[in-house]
């Protein structure tokens, strides 16, 4: 079944050092794929989207993510994180197949540590 | 700049009790989505509107109904609540195909 599977359930870093969260898809076709921010208590933030054209993608706050298809990976990066960045991160992609609705990885939780 | 509009925010139902979540977007998006949120299960897909007029089930759709009473609105009831529906609802928007979703703040919807 295609799907978006992320890993990591939870990870630390200390603030200021880089970071990378790991995002898996199974789709045939190149899949269009976003990764999200939730703040506790919040709804979710667009961060980041791909859909076609140069790998990399540039998003908001600092974040970029890859496209790499032959290790069907989106991961997220951000050369120096802050404090702030604190929260979950769910990547998504298309459900099923369709073009019309996204379903979520299980999400990763970050903390950073001073 | 509204965006995305929940309500309630908070809920506490009684089992058997039935409830109406409201969402209502003011960008002119097609599409209209309703998800859950659980603890490490991510965000499921309970239904969605993908243009005015049309409602379609998603992964979890049992114990819940949709109306799209026009193109701004999407409400979500529960006809009789359970406790596994104590969850986290989040309404989502998005204007059209590979854009993506607004989210509303959320209902924290609790069920004893």
């Known amino acids: 079944a295609q799907s978006v599977t992320q890993p990591d359930i939870h990870i630390t870093v200390s603030e200021g050092a880089s970071l990378e969260l790991r995002c898996n898809y199974s789709?045939?076709?190149?899949?269009?794929l976003f990764w999200y921010v939730q703040s506790p208590g919040q709804g979710l933030q667009l961060l980041l989207k791909?859909?076609?054209?140069?790998?990399l993608v540039q998003g908001i706050k600092g974040f970029e993510a890859e496209f790499k298809r032959s290790q069907s990976s989106f991961n997220l990066r951000k050369p120096s994180v802050h404090w702030s960045d604190a929260a979950e991160y769910f990547c998504a992609g298309p459900y099923g197949g369709a073009t019309n609705k996204l379903i979520f990885g299980t999400g990763t939780l970050l903390a950073v540590q001073p | 700049n509204a965006g995305v509009t929940q309500t309630p925010k908070f809920q506490v139902l009684k089992t058997g009790q039935s409830m109406t979540l409201q969402c209502a977007q003011d960008?002119?998006?097609?599409?209209m989505y309703w998800y859950r949120q659980d603890p490490g299960m991510g965000l499921r897909l309970i239904y969605y509107?993908?243009?005015?007029?049309?409602?379609d089930k998603g992964e979890v759709p049992n114990g819940y109904n949709v109306s799209r009473l026009n193109k701004r609105e999407f409400s979500l009831r529960l006809e009789s609540a359970a406790p596994s529906q104590t969850s986290v609802y989040f309404c989502?928007?998005?204007?059209?195909?590979?854009?993506?979703?607004?989210f509303g703040s959320g209902t924290r919807l609790t069920v004893v």
């Open positions: 960008m002119n998006h097609n599409s």
């Open positions: 789709y045939g076709a190149t899949p269009y």
């Open positions: 509107s993908a243009s005015e007029g049309t409602t």
């Open positions: 791909y859909f076609s054209g140069d790998t």
């Open positions: 989502a928007s998005r204007r059209q195909t590979h854009y993506g979703y607004t």
